[in-house]
């Protein structure tokens, strides 16, 4: 787990799949991180109203009752291009995926893949920035800082119906 700044709110959430830490200053949220159950005890938890608002909608997400977030968030000191890229991943709808191949052509340069799927990669607040509904040309699950069996789990979550049907699948 990275560093915590002493100046962040911290506030841990466990789900099914994963536990999750939240950080955020007064200004909104800045980072959201998977951890190892084992690192959960030695956080000390200093919610404030950013990281409270941030857990109570990723637990309905999670609980599938949620597919947009309006939390705050503070990108300040990230680049311009990593920013654009970003609030684009942000217009992709719940249950949608698109290819890095579009994210460039929506970013107005085709030629921008590579750097659109690094700062796709480096994005420091999965799921509220949609990172995860961005996957390969030919709709392989690829690249994923939180590892492709995290991608995956999202994207069953928000396309049930897809995961049911290749479960269905191995019955034919």
Request: neutral net charge; proline residues 6%; glycine residues 6%.
């Amino acid at each position: 787990m990275r560093q915590i700044p002493e100046a962040t709110y911290i506030q841990v959430l466990v789900t099914p799949f994963l536990i999750w830490v939240v950080g955020a200053e007064n200004t909104g949220l800045r980072w959201i991180e998977s951890i190892p159950a084992t690192e959960a005890a030695t956080i000390t938890q200093n919610p404030n109203e950013h990281t409270q608002k941030t857990v109570q909608q990723l637990s309905e997400y999670f609980e599938s009752k949620r597919m947009t977030f309006d939390v705050p968030l503070d990108l300040t000191g990230y680049s311009d291009f990593s920013t654009k890229v970003w609030q684009m991943l942000q217009t992709i709808p719940y249950g949608k995926t698109i290819s890095y191949k579009e994210l460039a052509i929506r970013l107005g340069d085709v030629k921008c893949i590579r750097a659109a799927a690094s700062a796709n990669g480096r994005n420091p607040i999965p799921i509220i920035i949609p990172c995860h509904r961005v996957i390969g040309s030919d709709g392989s699950l690829t690249g994923y800082a939180l590892g492709l069996e995290v991608k995956k789990y999202l994207l069953d979550l928000e396309q049930p119906w897809k995961s049911e049907n290749r479960q269905m699948e191995l019955f034919l």
